[in-house]
């Protein structure tokens, strides 16, 4: 045998050797993994919980006799109050009164905040507006004496007995007319 093939012959067996190390090395990996897998997978666990959810309702409402309630969406839909005597002929310093009712249904809970009232015609700037709450339906003088400032927050199922008061200002000059629109706006909570 020559010294170039006893060569080739010694590279040979070392490749043969170190190719079954790298075999028997990745074999005892492979074992090792599967174990750490099998360990891994017995110190695992999981839990689960659902639920379907489902949001609250409400319709806010209103009524001018108050028993029979309707949406009012829109100041363009605005319901009729129906004022005491006097309001199609006011003179200055004239007060005139009307009931009006508020109700809350469905499921959920509102705040109500009224929002000042707007004044359209010859009669923007020459009149005040108040309201107060009262226990029963219906509105009058009285009711400015024994009534109290508007609720915050209504629940499902609550009426809500407004008294609105209109005073003419001593500037209105005859003939004078415009249109007021009241709002009351409902937020779920």
């Known amino acids: 045998m020559t010294v170039s093939s006893q060569t080739e012959s010694i590279d040979v067996q070392r490749r043969a050797a170190k190719r ?5 090395l990745l074999a005892g990996g492979l074992v090792l993994g599967v174990g750490a897998a099998v360990t891994l997978a017995s110190w695992n666990d999981s839990e689960f919980a659902k639920a379907n959810l489902t949001a609250g309702t409400f319709v806010f409402q209103g009524s001018t006799d108050g028993t029979t309630f309707a949406d009012h969406a829109s100041s363009g839909g605005a319901a ?7 309001f199609d002929k006011l003179s200055p310093n004239d007060v005139v009164y009307a009931p009006y009712a ?5 499921s959920s809970p509102a ?18 507006f ?3 709450q009262t226990t029963t339906f219906g509105c009058n003088a ?3 004496t024994g009534g ?11 009426t809500v007995n407004l008294c609105l ?13 415009g249109a007021v629109v009241w709002q009351w706006d409902a937020v779920s909570q």
């Open 80 to 86: 009729s109050l129906t004022f005491t005597t006097g």
């Open 20 to 24: 079954r190390k790298i075999g028997a």
């Open 111 to 128: 705040t109500l905040t009224p929002t000042a009232p707007a004044v359209t015609g010859a009669l923007n700037g020459k009149a005040t």
């Open 130 to 132: 108040a309201a107060v």
């Open 148 to 158: 109290t400032t508007l609720v915050t927050t209504m629940s499902p199922g609550d």
């Open 165 to 177: 008061k209109v005073t003419a200002g001593s500037t209105i000059a005859q003939g004078d007319t």
């Open 142 to 144: 009285g009711a400015f």
């Open 102 to 106: 508020l109700k809350l249904t469905g």
